[in-house]
């Protein structure tokens, strides 16, 4: 067992729903990571933390990323920061021993017209979606780097693949957040206006979304138990069109639905990308929190947290 877990992305959405998984694991100790404590661009900060922590374990959970907008206006900035960001851990995990190292991948990585659901095995058939392709390969680059390093070095490092994750700390600022997290706070933000509330495409594209308390307790569950140089896709596959989660979102906000219009004019964006977990839940015997369940925890927390500039990223 690793005892002590050094964990990047610590003030992000996937290490906050660790920070709330964490009580289930009182035997660890974790050291949260934010980039105000070490910029994880830079490789003389990095090492100088991994070798002052020494940590048994590190959990990478740290990215640059955003939406859709963010992705074409900065191209060059995610591609270079993500991948100096995912050398620089492996680089450190290595000279320090780090017993286990588990890298953070994205389904935006898998091909744009790799079958459904995906399977691990189609992440290099094909390019990813233009929208975010310096994203989507900075990203898969981590499953050469994972085979390269464990060849070489003999480096315990695995590799995690996370659709899309929700929660009560996501990003919520316009140009840098997800669906979810952007609609969330728009039907907040108008819910009192009585005017029409209007959305992307016809709203039929298909998503999945995984909550980050659930995504946390996956994490977990790999770091102790799975070891494979194969990558592993470990998110749920509940999938949700966009209309509905629109639905669902507005009908926790007690938004009338007749005032929700869909831009047809609009781009829908990639009709769906399921993934095939069955790999993951064949090892683990793993259970997803539902869709609904999660989204009402979400919104509950927004509303009660949107004036705290402290808490919430607007």
Known sequence: MYQKILVTGGTGLLGTGLKAVAKD???REFIFLGSRDC???????????VETVQPDAILHLAALSGGVQY????????????????????????????????MTLSTGMYPTDAPNPIKEEAIHEGCPHESNYSYSFAKRLI???????????????????????FGENANYRPEESVMVAALIRRFY?????????VIWGDGTPLREYT??????????????????????????TEEHS???????????????????????SKPNGIFRKSTD?????????????????????????????YFDSQVVRL
Not at 41 to 49: H, I, K, L, P, S
Not at 243 to 263: K, Q, S, V, Y
Request: proline share 3%; net charge negative; with cysteine.
């Open 25 to 27: 694991y009182a035997d």
């Open 39 to 49: 910029d994880l661009v830079n490789a003389d900060q990095v090492f100088r933390c």
């Open 71 to 102: 992705s074409q206006k900065y191209p060059a900035t995610l591609l270079r920061d993500n991948v100096l960001m995912n050398a620089n851990v492996l680089e450190a995990s290595r000279v320090f021993h780090v017993q286990k190292t588990v």
């Open 143 to 165: 499953e050469p780097s994972i085979r390269a390093y464990r060849t070489e070095y003999d480096l315990n490092v695995i590799g995690l693949v996370s659709n899309g994750i």
């Open 189 to 197: 933000e108008e819910k009192d206006t009585q005017k029409p509330i």
């Open 211 to 236: 909550y980050s308390q659930d995504m946390a307790r996956a994490f977990m569950w790999c770091l102790d138990h799975y070891d494979d140089p194969q990558i592993l896709n470990v998110g749920s």
């Open 242 to 264: 966009v209309m509905d989660i629109a639905f669902m979102i507005a009908d926790n906000l007690g938004i009338d639905r007749d005032r929700l219009e869909f831009d047809t």
């Open 277 to 305: 977990n069955s790999r993951f839940l064949n090892l683990s015997g793993f259970s997803y929190t539902p869709f609904h369940v999660g989204l009402e925890k979400t919104i509950q927390w927004f509303c009660s947290h």
